[in-house]
């Protein structure tokens, strides 16, 4: 094997004498891709989308990287994959890959976004830098190895009615030995002259000029595009169709996920959690699609109609839905359909975000015995090695006082000290030259005992239980200001309560429908969030009702105020 590190840090890995088979675009081993000469030779190494039709891999190859509207869903759906993984691409009527990148989100974000934005960051793709530095230095090889993939028999025939023409130019391809001429048209336009190879076939000198098609060129077969040709069918609606399609999923929402206590809500967060998954199976939504055009445009309209009432925010300059009206005709007339694949398919993201918050919340503060309460507890056979609430260590204490009867027989409210609990109670707190006390009041017993003990506390969330040493420190939220006039708010201290700060940070940016981000405390262990806006009172009344954190663990400082 040859490793030939770049000054960009990448490293490309090949066989002696060969074409580079893999590659690291960091050189620290942890994202290594298949080139595309390794594609060709084992396809299957990685999953691949195929695209809808031979006029987007023009796109690829000229260096764009892979949207969704540009994939071609089979009738069984999107397969399954997940943010960031390794996959290539394919165009149809041909098994060799033309690039390969890393998804940018999940089938489940995917889906939620109604296929659309970008499925596939590319890096790397035939014809790029990666693939002609081979070719020049391979030149016979590589034009072997590439008329290989696209001359094999196999599929010669799904090839010949794939090329489109974009030039006039036709060569006759020959096929060896006895074969028939084929005449297949490629486009010229791009064409390199180094793209022409020479090659020896057969150990005879032989030789004929190749011109290798250009993958750009490709379209889709009739037969070989039927799979495809379908799925597009089923998506080929009338604006008044998408319409309609609104209006139902709009009304499936309302029966099945909206619920008056979520309210307001802002519409994009109306359209992408509620609306998106009630369409149904396999159809994508495209508001662009309607008459109406814009999301704040059929909102409005629905607004009109009396269904929803909707308030546009100037400051974010988006439509809010403020409320629904359940007495609407449209409404009552309407009967939801029962749905608990789509329903489940509102994001993973979000049923774990339920879960997680729906956890019952319990926080036990106890204390450990201490070098001065030892012998208090060893005095009642007490296990020194046992965490206690505040309610059994003062019962310890008082065990100790009536074993020892130390209460006092003319006040029943006080308590004598002997040595050994004055010791426990004020050794090393007492000022050097002052009188230790001889007494002391019952009320003040107890916690003036836990006081010497070691605090620790007990958080339970679910399943899930953890004993940290020290006192229980709040969660801190904090308003403040930046440049531009602008509000900010700093979130700290939740991991105490077991409260995941990147699944909390994603929740908070689609019920606040602001930008949220997690970042490393300076100087300290833990995370915070950080959200943008001021939203600090409802943010502490989120962590409270949904996180069940009890309200005298949430410290607030607004220093916006003045």
Not at 263 to 282: A, D, E, F, I, K
Not at 490 to 505: I, K, N, Q, W
Request: net charge negative; hydrophobic share 35%.
């Amino acid at each position: 094997m040859m490793v030939a590190k770049l000054q960009n840090r990448v490293h490309v890995y090949s066989v002696e004498g060969e074409f580079p088979m893999f590659f690291d675009i960091d050189g620290r081993g942890s994202e290594i891709f298949p080139s595309v000469y390794a594609l060709w030779r084992v396809p299957e190494i990685v999953p691949a989308f195929l695209l809808k039709g031979g006029e987007v891999s023009r796109f690829i190859i000229g260096g764009a990287d892979l949207m969704f509207p540009g994939i071609s869903v089979p009738p069984e759906g999107l397969p399954s994959f997940a943010a960031g993984e390794i996959w290539a691409v394919k165009v149809p009527g041909n098994p060799a890959p033309i690039a390969v990148g890393t998804t940018t989100m999940s089938s489940s974000e995917a889906l939620k976004a109604g296929l659309r934005g970008k499925a596939l960051r590319i890096t790397h793709h035939y014809r790029d830098i990666l693939w002609e530095s081979a070719e020049g230095r391979f030149a016979p090889n590589a034009g072997f190895l590439e008329d290989m993939v696209f001359e094999d028999p196999a599929f010669l025939s799904s090839r010949q009615e794939s090329v489109a023409c974009e030039g006039p130019s036709e060569v006759s391809n020959d096929q060896g030995d006895g074969a028939e001429d084929e005449d297949v048209t490629v486009s010229v336009d791009k064409m390199n002259p180094d793209s022409i190879q020479m090659r020896e076939m057969d150990g005879r000198n032989e030789s004929s000029d190749k011109i290798v098609a250009d993958i750009g060129t490709l379209t889709v077969a009739d037969d070989v595009s039927a799979e495809g040709s379908n799925v597009e069918d089923q998506h080929n609606f009338t604006s008044a169709d998408v319409d309609a399609l609104l209006d139902k999923c709009l009304l499936q929402a309302l029966y099945t996920t909206i619920k008056d206590k979520d309210l307001p809500m802002p519409g994009s967060t109306l359209w992408s959690n509620h609306v998106l998954p009630c369409r149904p199976q396999g159809v994508t939504l495209d508001i662009k699609k309607s008459s109406y055009k814009k999301l704040s445009k059929w909102l409005q309209a629905k607004s009109t109609a009396g269904l929803v009432s909707v308030k546009e925010d100037k400051h974010k300059k988006e439509v809010v839905l403020m409320g629904v009206n359940r007495n609407h005709p449209d409404y009552s007339a309407f009967r939801p359909e029962k749905r608990p694949v789509e329903k489940s398919d509102q994001g993973g993201e979000h049923a774990a975000k339920e879960s997680q918050s729906n956890k019952t919340l319990n926080v036990v503060e106890v204390y450990k015995p201490s070098v001065h309460v030892n012998a208090i507890f060893t005095s009642v056979g007490a296990d020194r090695g046992k965490l206690f609430t505040a309610s059994e260590a003062t019962d310890i204490v008082f065990r100790y006082v009536e074993q020892e009867n130390l209460v006092k027989p003319t006040n029943k409210s006080t308590v004598v000290l002997d040595a050994t609990l004055c010791d426990a109670l004020f050794k090393g707190a007492i000022k050097k030259g002052s009188m230790y006390p001889t007494e002391i009041h019952k009320k003040d017993l107890g916690s003036t005992f836990i006081s010497r003990m070691q605090p620790h506390h007990v958080i339970t969330r679910g399943s899930d239980s953890v004993v940290r040493k020290g006192a229980l420190k709040a969660i801190q939220i904090m308003t403040e200001r930046r440049q531009g006039n602008k509000k900010v708010t700093r979130l700290s201290g939740m991991e105490t309560f077991l409260v995941d700060p990147e699944a909390l940070a994603s929740e908070l940016q689609k019920k606040f429908a602001c930008s949220t981000t997690v970042a490393e405390l300076p100087g300290k262990k833990g995370y915070e969030v950080l959200v943008q806006g001021g939203v600090i009172d409802d943010l502490a009344r989120h962590l409270i009702e949904q996180y069940g954190i009890p309200k005298r663990y949430i410290e607030v400082l607004d220093k916006t105020k003045k």
